[in-house]
């Protein structure tokens, strides 16, 4: 299995009473999730998806293949729909190894528009694995909107998808392999719709280590606009 190490950091922002985003870093499960809903559904929400991997990643002894982890998304959504029937969600987005057909893969899940990023060291490329699911993300595909538009549209926080705001969960689950020095970003929109990519893939390359650049995203979020909740986890691929 990829082995990796990785640090996470969080901040509330100026603006909000209350951080509703949650974020989990085990050995080897690296997850982060970012609620949504009224008073404190959203901390709750997000809480609850923390909760379900924690307990499934700690209580388990065997390496998961990927149905398994397909099941604990649908045991997340069931949890997160119970607390609130569907009034308040989150989105998700996890790192995770698994087996599938007896090959060691990485795999990348995530539902709304919390984002998993790769840099890779070897060519300098920095790519978003994950497509979010809002209203702006579908705009930007038809070409209706730039990027840079979409951060500032009025429909930028309108979900298409989230975990526990239906009975049934459909989550986008990618299969890939990864390299050594690979650096790995999980973030909520606290962070990518404020700052740009370009930047953000700056501070992955130029980082000495995985905390030292988790520091420096969050840092930069705040400084550019600090009116969201903004989380991240950054985890690096190390030698076997």
Same mark, same amino acid.
């Given at each position: 299995m990829?082995r990796?190490?990785?640090?996470?950091?969080?901040?509330?922002?100026?603006?909000?009473?209350?951080n509703?985003?949650s974020?989990?870093?085990?050995?080897?499960l690296?997850?982060?999730?970012?609620?949504?809903?009224?008073?404190?559904?959203?901390?709750l929400?997000?809480?609850?998806?923390?909760?379900t991997?924690?307990?499934?990643?700690?209580?388990?002894?065997?390496?998961?293949?990927?149905?398994?982890?397909? =099941?604990?998304l649908?045991?997340?959504? @069931? $949890? /997160?729909?119970?607390?609130?029937?569907?009034? *308040?969600?989150?989105? !998700?987005?996890?790192?995770t190894n698994?087996?599938?057909?007896?090959?060691?893969?990485?795999?990348?899940?995530?539902?709304?528009?919390s984002r998993?990023?790769?840099?890779?060291?070897?060519?300098?490329?920095?790519?978003?694995l994950?497509?979010?699911?809002?209203?702006?993300?579908?705009?930007v595909?038809?070409?209706?909107?730039?990027?840079? =538009?979409?951060?500032?549209?009025?429909? @930028? $926080? /309108?979900?298409?998808?989230a975990?526990g705001? *239906?009975?049934?969960? !459909?989550?986008?689950?990618?299969?890939?392999d990864?390299?050594?020095?690979?650096?790995?970003?999980?973030?909520?929109?606290?962070?990518?719709?404020?700052?740009?990519?370009?930047?953000?893939?700056?501070?992955?390359?130029?980082?000495?280590?995985?905390?030292?650049?988790?520091?420096?995203?969050?840092?930069?979020?705040?400084?550019t606009?600090?009116?969201?909740?903004?989380?991240?986890?950054v985890?690096?691929?190390?030698?076997?």
């Amino acid at each position: 299995m990829y082995r990796f190490t990785a640090a996470g950091a969080t901040h509330v922002g100026f603006v909000r009473d209350l951080n509703e985003d949650s974020y989990l870093i085990r050995d080897g499960l690296y997850l982060v999730a970012d609620g949504m809903g009224g008073h404190d559904g959203g901390e709750l929400a997000s809480a609850a998806v923390v909760d379900t991997f924690t307990k499934a990643w700690d209580n388990n002894t065997e390496p998961w293949e990927l149905f398994t982890l397909q =099941e604990w998304l649908t045991e997340a959504n @069931r $949890n /997160v729909y119970d607390i609130a029937s569907g009034r *308040a969600g989150t989105t !998700l987005t996890l790192l995770t190894n698994v087996l599938h057909h007896d090959k060691e893969q990485l795999v990348v899940a995530n539902v709304g528009d919390s984002r998993t990023y790769r840099y890779r060291a070897n060519d300098e490329a920095f790519i978003q694995l994950t497509q979010d699911h809002s209203a702006v993300a579908e705009m930007v595909r038809l070409g209706q909107l730039s990027a840079k =538009e979409a951060r500032e549209h009025p429909a @930028r $926080n /309108v979900i298409t998808r989230a975990v526990g705001s *239906a009975l049934r969960l !459909l989550a986008d689950v990618v299969l890939l392999d990864a390299e050594v020095g690979d650096r790995f970003l999980l973030c909520t929109d606290g962070l990518t719709g404020k700052v740009e990519d370009q930047e953000i893939g700056l501070i992955l390359a130029s980082a000495a280590t995985v905390k030292d650049a988790a520091d420096q995203l969050v840092e930069l979020a705040l400084e550019t606009d600090g009116s969201d909740n903004v989380t991240v986890i950054v985890a690096e691929v190390l030698e076997h």
